[in-house]
């Protein structure tokens, strides 16, 4: 059992609210190496299957600290989910890691940014937008949002929100300026304006297609470490909620050995 780290909950000021967070640090005396993990679509800070808190002892094992944060309206976020936009996320990732940077046991030039899905999208619109990222993974990165929810576009439109029943979670309350962000965002764009470091890792089996988006990342990011990885017989969470976990534990294994040698 992994015991060399400490975990610590955090609320950090927002550009309106509070974000909840999870601070994650290996023993001994900082300056730290350190990751940002952003979470995807109506998840939380931990993530499905706990993925996320299982990867950050991983990270601090290997000397790295880490923080996970919940996006408006999931996990114990103090607001709707109404609120939730790409533009509140973008929001919500830039006030999280100008708190990492501030704190006297982070060495903050050595910042590593990751997301999963949609979060995954954000991390890499952010990457680009020089937030100061050094390497990044991406874990089945959408690069576009206007596939999802489709159904419910001309509802939201028409009534300025609309409520989804994603069956897994409670209701969402999904807001027109969500769908009309994911219209015309293509997080790909961002990719040019990124340098760092990039491992983009997908499944074979992803059920939203992700995997086609893995040469994308790296043939647009402009750093010189760029990998993919097609993780065979994995679905879109790395089959971690199968019973199964040996795939998800190699992804996380991966991803951990990444940002040592990266950061």
């Given at each position: 059992m992994i015991s060399d780290y400490r975990e610590h909950e955090l609320r950090i000021p927002g550009f309106l609210w509070e974000i909840p967070a999870t601070l994650c640090l290996p023993e001994g005396e900082g300056r730290f190496p350190w990751v940002m993990m952003m979470h995807g679509t109506g998840s939380c800070r931990d993530e499905v299957g706990g993925g996320y808190a299982r990867l950050a002892p991983m990270l601090a094992k290997r000397g790295i600290a880490s923080v996970r944060f919940d996006f408006a309206g999931c996990g114990e976020s103090p607001v709707d989910f109404s609120a939730y936009t790409l533009t509140s996320a973008m929001r919500d990732g830039n006030s999280v890691a100008a708190y990492m940077k501030a704190q006297p046991f982070i060495a903050p030039e050595r910042f590593g940014i990751m997301g999963w899905s949609q979060g995954a999208m954000l991390a890499i619109m952010l990457a680009g937008k020089d937030i100061g990222a050094r390497s990044m993974v991406t874990w089945a990165a959408a690069l576009k949002m206007d596939f999802y929810w489709k159904e419910y576009r001309e509802k939201a439109y028409r009534d300025g929100y609309v409520i989804i029943d994603p069956e897994w979670r409670p209701p969402l309350k999904v807001s027109r300026q969500w769908f009309e962000e994911a219209a015309i965002t293509d997080a790909a764009d961002n990719l040019e304006g990124y340098s760092g470091d990039v491992l983009a890792i997908c499944g074979s089996e992803d059920q939203f297609g992700f995997q086609n988006n893995l040469p994308t990342i790296v043939e647009r990011s402009s750093g010189r470490r760029?990998?993919?990885?097609?993780?065979?017989?994995?679905?879109?969470?790395?089959?971690?909620?199968?019973?199964?976990d040996r795939i998800f534990t190699r992804v996380a294994e991966r991803t951990a050995e990444w940002f040592a040698q990266t950061l």
């Open positions: 760029k990998e993919q990885w097609v993780v065979e017989n994995a679905d879109h969470v790395f089959n971690i909620d199968s019973g199964d």
